[in-house]
Each structure stands twice: as C-alpha cells, then as structure tokens.
C-alpha cells in the first residue's frame, strides 16, 4: 500500500506544481479540465463533488499523503479508509469554499467587449502614433490599460476624456471628440483625414 499512496501524493503534487508554474506563465492559459459536462454529483443534502481535475488533484493529494502517515500507524488496509474519507472532505471543500467560488467571480468579470463605447480618461499621456494609458470604470470595477488613438493625430493629453471604440490584442483603441469621428464616418472620410 505504501506504493499506492506514495504515488497518488506524487501524482497530486507534480499536478499542482505543474499548474501553478503554468498559469503564473503570462498569456499561457493551461487548464488541465476535462469537463465533458458528466459531473457525476453524489447528493447527501448540500453534499455534492463533481469529478474535475481539480477535485481529483486535491483527493490524490491528501490520499497519498493521509496514508503515508496513517500507515504505520494503522494495522494492513485500515490506513485506507481514514485516507479516503478525508480525500473526499478535502476534495468537498475545497471545491465549494474555493472552486466555486474563483469560478463565480470569473462569471461576473467585465469583459473587453464591456467597454467598448465606455468614456475614459487619459493617465499617461497616449503620445502621436503610439501609447498610453487609460483608467475608467465598468460597473463596480475601475479598469485601465494600454490606449492608443484610434486615427493618427497630435496624440492625447494626460487628464482628457476619451471614448473606447475597439479593443485589440490588449489594447484600447480610443478617440478624443466621438462627435467629430462619427461625424467622419457619416461622410465617409478616411479616419486620417
């Protein structure tokens, strides 16, 4: 049994490492979850565990490393039981105190497309044909980021309000005067003009 339980330690701790170094990996999204929509849910009330990759790292881990302590302890196969029982609590709260919960806050978090149309204001000074930065609210959340103009111009003072009008690869394209430029549009000038 020693084996087993080594093993299921190793395999939930090189797991986590392993996604822990890989999320911390800017633009990397690496997200081991095979979801394919079979959450096999055992119901005792409130007490429901889907099958996730993050349930099964967690169980693997406080399995192994449960059993590895229990084992001397415990006499043959007793050591398992324990190591299953709080596998399975672990896993459960794991899921419902910190799972759940990341995921709710994931659901509710402005998106790009949120701001497009969204006055905000100049922090750092978008300077002629290149960048900077704007601050603005969506929602509850204030936001900012990298701004550029959306038609070459003079650039834009720090401290000016300014529309977004598309967002690109991380960047805020935005324009001054939304009068002017739709005005622009209308008669179908080219934005450099």
Request: proline residues 5%; contains cysteine.
């Amino acid at each position: 049994m020693h084996a087993v339980f080594l093993t299921c330690l190793i395999i939930g701790g090189l797991y986590s490492v392993v996604s822990l170094v890989l999320s911390g990996l800017g633009g990397l999204d690496f997200d081991l979850d095979f979801d394919f929509d079979i959450d096999l849910d055992f119901d005792l009330g409130d007490l429901t565990l889907p099958i996730k990759p993050f349930t099964v790292m967690v169980f693997l881990t406080v399995f192994g490393g449960v059993g590895l302590i229990l084992e001397p302890l415990l006499p043959g196969f007793w050591a398992i039981l324990p190591a299953v029982i709080l596998g399975l609590a672990a896993s459960w709260a794991l899921y419902t105190l910190v799972y759940v919960k990341l995921m709710g806050y994931e659901a509710i978090a402005p998106s790009e497309e949120d701001a497009i149309m969204t006055r905000a204001e100049v922090v750092e000074r978008i300077m002629p044909g290149g960048y900077g930065k704007i601050s603005f609210l969506l929602g509850d959340t204030t936001l900012s980021g990298a701004a550029k103009e959306i038609k070459p111009g003079d650039g834009v003072a720090k401290g000016a309000k300014v529309y977004i009008l598309e967002v690109k690869d991380n960047v805020y394209y935005v324009v001054e005067d939304l009068e002017i430029y739709l005005e622009r549009i209308r008669n179908q000038q080219p934005p450099g003009d």
